[in-house]
C-alpha cells in the first residue's frame, strides 16, 4: 500500500478542486479552517497507509474524496456544541452534573436582554455618577430574607470563603463534628476554612454535639460559631445538634461573637406545606437570631449560580468592602438572572411556579402520570423496537439538598429488543439533545418530573432514532 503515497494530492490541489469550495459554503467555514482539517486529513490518511492498515479498493483510489469526506465529518464534529443540551430524564430536579436548575422565561429573557445592552450595572441613572453592583439585588433580597442587608457573590462556597476571610482570619471558628462534611465533588468545610486563615475548633462528637460543648470552646480567640448544614448527608438514629436559636442565644451572651449559618440550598419557598423535606425557609432562620446567612442562587432557589449572603447590615457592609469581594463578584447576566427569580417569590405562589425548579420540586405524582403515559402513546404510535410500561418510582431533590426525601413519581420504563440497558442508556446520551435516563433493574428509566411539555417531541425522537441504528 505504500506505493500509493505518492498518489496522494497536495493540499494545494485540493485547495483548487470545486469541492473545496461547495465544502466551505456547506460547513460555514473559511479557507484557511478548511486548509488545516485537509491537512490534518492528509496526515492521518498518510499514517494509515504507512502502517498498512488502510484497505485500499479499486484501481486508483479516490484519495481526494475521502478527504473532503473525512474533514467534513471532523468539521461537523468541532461545531458541535461543546456545552450541550441534555433532556434530564432522571428525575433528579438539582443535578449537579447537568447544570442544577434552569432558569424561568423572564430570569432569561433578562439576562439576554442584559447581555445584549448597556447597562446601569455601576452607574446611578438620576445622579449621573458611579454606582455599585451591589445596589442591583440588595433590595429584593432584604424583602425575600427579611435580614437588614444582603450582597452576592460566585456562589455560595465563594461566600463561606469569603465571611471566613472576612470576619475570622487568624481567629478561631466553632464547627460540630457532625456538620463537618464533604458536598459535591470538592467542598469541605475544613478546607475551605484552612484557605481562609480562620482556625477550625471542632466541638463534640461524630452524632452529638450539645450546647455545653460550644459553650466550653468559646475564649477570646473565639470569632465565630459556624453552623453548616448537612446537605447530602442525613444522620440517623442516637443524634443531637443544637438549634440555630439556642446557638444564637450563646452568641447573644458574648460581645463580638458571630454566629453565622452555611444553609446550603437557602429555601425562600414553603417547601413543607408539600410534606416535601423540612428545609426552613431563610426568614425563620434569619428571624431566629442569627448574624449572617448564605446559601446557594442554583440550588432550591432555582436561580443562576451564586452565593447570596444575608445578615447585620454592619457585617454585609464589611463583605462588601473586603478585597475578596471584588474577586468573587457576579456577571451582570447573573444579576438581571437572579433580579426576575427574586421576583418570582415576591409576586405570590401563583408566580413561583414559573421557576421551574419549584414546579418541578411540587409537582403531584398524577400530573406525572398523565405526561409518562402521552410519551407512551405517542411512542407506540411509530412501529420500534421497545417494551414501555408505566411504573410507580420516586425522584429525588439532588444537589445536595434534602437528602433522603424522596418524592413520589411515574417512570417511562423501556427495554429495548436486541440492546441491553446500558448500551441503550449510551444510545440516548448520544442522540441530539443527549437524553440522560437511569437504569433500574435493567430497564432504561425515564422520569417525566424533569421533562417539560416543550421537550417531548424531542424525546419522542431520540428514542426513535436510537432504536433504529441496531
Ligand atoms: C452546596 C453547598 C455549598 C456550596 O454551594 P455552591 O453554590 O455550590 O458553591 C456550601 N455549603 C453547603 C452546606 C452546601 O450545601
Redesign the pocket.
Known amino acids: 500500500m505504500k506505493q500509493y503515497l505518492r498518489l496522494l494530492p497536495a493540499v494545494h490541489e485540493l485547495q483548487k478542486d470545486p469541492r473545496f469550495e461547495s465544502l466551505k459554503s456547506a460547513c460555514d467555514v473559511n479557507s484557511a479552517q478548511l486548509t488545516e482539517f485537509l491537512q490534518r486529513e492528509l496526515g492521518n490518511l498518510r499514517q494509515r497507509l504507512l502502517a498498512e492498515e488502510t484497505a485500499v479498493e479499486g484501481t486508483v483510489p479516490d484519495f481526494a474524496g475521502q478527504l473532503f469526506k473525512s474533514a467534513e465529518t471532523q468539521i461537523k464534529l468541532w461545531q458541535e456544541d461543546r456545552l450541550a443540551r441534555v433532556i434530564n430524564g432522571t428525575g433528579t430536579v438539582l443535578h449537579t452534573n447537568l447544570g442544577r436548575s434552569r432558569l424561568s422565561d423572564a430570569a432569561i429573557a433578562h439576562a439576554v436582554r442584559t447581555a445584549a445592552n448597556y447597562s446601569n450595572l455601576e452607574y446611578r441613572l438620576m445622579e449621573g455618577k458611579r454606582g455599585s453592583r451591589h445596589d442591583i439585588i440588595e433590595e429584593l433580597l432584604v424583602e425575600a430574607t427579611g435580614a437588614e442587608a444582603a450582597m452576592v457573590v460566585n456562589?455560595?462556597?465563594?461566600a463561606?470563603f469569603l465571611i471566613l476571610s472576612a470576619l475570622a482570619k487568624q481567629r478561631e471558628v466553632i464547627v460540630s463534628r457532625g456538620q463537618l462534611v464533604e458536598?459535591?465533588g470538592s467542598?469541605r468545610v475544613s478546607s475551605i476554612m484552612e484557605e481562609s486563615g480562620a482556625q477550625l475548633v471542632e466541638v463534640g462528637t461524630t452524632n452529638k454535639t450539645h450546647l455545653f460543648d460550644y459553650e466550653d470552646a468559646v475564649n477570646e480567640e473565639t470569632a465565630m460559631i459556624m453552623k453548616?448544614?448537612t446537605?447530602n448527608f442525613k444522620m440517623i438514629g442516637f443524634t443531637e445538634a443544637v438549634e440555630t436559636e439556642v446557638l444564637a442565644r450563646l452568641t447573644e451572651k458574648h460581645r463580638d461573637l458571630l454566629f453565622y449559618e452555611?444553609l446550603?440550598?437557602g429555601a425562600l419557598y414553603d417547601f413543607k406545606k408539600h410534606g416535601i423535606g423540612d428545609e426552613p425557609l431563610v426568614r425563620e432562620v434569619i428571624e431566629s437570631g442569627v448574624d449572617l446567612v448564605s446559601f446557594?442562587g442554583?440550588?432550591l432557589l432555582g436561580g443562576p449560580?451564586a452565593?447570596l449572603i444575608a445578615g447585620k447590615k454592619d457585617l454585609i457592609d464589611q463583605l462588601k468592602k473586603h478585597q475578596l469581594a471584588r474577586v468573587l463578584r457576579v456577571d451582570k447576566m447573573t444579576l438581571a438572572a437572579l433580579e426576575e427569580t427574586l421576583k418570582s417569590y415576591s409576586s405570590g405562589p401563583e408566580r413561583v411556579a414559573e421557576l421551574p425548579t419549584v414546579r418541578d420540586i411540587i409537582r403531584s405524582a398524577s400530573d406525572i402520570k398523565i405526561q409518562a403515559q402521552s410519551f407512551i402513546n405517542l411512542l407506540q404510535e411509530n412501529p420500534n423496537k421497545y417494551q414501555i410500561e408505566i411504573q410507580e418510582s420516586t425522584s429525588q431533590i439532588g444537589g445536595?439538598t434534602m437528602p433522603g426525601v424522596e418524592i413520589p413519581t411515574f417512570i417511562a420504563a423501556i427495554v429495548h429488543d436486541s440492546l441491553s440497558a446500558d448500551q441503550l442508556a449510551m444510545r440516548l446520551r448520544q442522540a441530539k439533545p443527549a437524553i440522560v435516563s437511569r437504569i433500574q433493574e435493567e430497564k432504561v428509566c425515564i422520569d417525566f418530573r424533569t421533562i417539560a411539555d416543550s421537550e417531548m417531541d424531542e424525546l419522542l425522537a431520540g428514542f426513535l432514532a436510537s432504536e433504529s441504528q441496531v
Open positions: 456562589n455560595n462556597a465563594a463561606v458536598i459535591g467542598f453548616v448544614h446537605s452555611d446550603g440550598s446557594s442554583d440550588k449560580q452565593g445536595g
